[in-house]
């Protein structure tokens, strides 16, 4: 009896490809709701060009937030979602670490991967989650890199898997390998 060998394929990154310039915008809405989250003045320029657009296809409604885990700022977002109907077409621009956190929001409450369109104006931080204590955090690094959880203090090593429910990438124990 002879056994063969599975081969099993090479780990592959999980992360996220965004486009080198803005995504057109959907023109098959109903509806349009710009979203701008920042201050970068990519966002503000990006924003305006979509919002543009759109308000020549459907009513059009454009969200600014300071930051998407700001308090006042997700008492607003959470206002622009609700007034939200089938047909909208849903449009993110801002830092990675908020362009993923609302990416990710929206998708837990049910907006499919065609009605978002996303645009990154700033990579300088992330989210991430840490596996030990379950915490989202805003950090300046990449995946590959490290950073301290602030609830539990580990010392974290950032894998390439972005988690697209949680809008964060991965992190355990930088330790754990050495242990």
């Known amino acids: 009896m002879s056994t063969v060998a599975e081969e099993i394929p090479p780990q592959v990154p999980s992360l996220p490809a965004w486009p080198a310039a803005p995504e057109p915008v959907d023109e098959t809405g109903t509806s349009f709701l710009v979203l701008a989250v920042g201050s970068h003045p990519e966002t503000a320029r ?21 930051a998407i885990d700001a308090a006042e700022d997700r008492v607003t977002f959470e206002a622009l979602l609700g007034r939200a109907r089938t047909g909208v077409r849903v449009m993110v621009v801002g830092g990675q ?45 990449a995946p590959g890199g490290e950073a301290t959880c602030p609830a539990c203090e580990r010392r974290l090593e950032v894998h390439e898997h972005l988690a697209v429910l949680l809008g964060s990438f991965l992190a355990s124990d930088a330790e754990a390998t050495t242990l």
């Not at 009605?115 to 030990?132: G, M, N, Q, S």
């Open 97 to 141: 670490y908020d362009v993923l956190q609302t990416l990710s929001l929206l998708r837990r409450r049910g907006a499919l991967e065609a009605e978002l369109r996303a645009f990154v104006t700033d990579d300088r931080e992330i989210p991430v989650y840490c596996a030990h204590c379950q915490t989202t955090f805003r950090a300046a690094t």
């Open 46 to 66: 990006v924003a305006g060009e979509w919002v543009a657009h759109a308000e020549a296809l459907a009513p059009t409604t454009l969200g600014t937030l300071d």
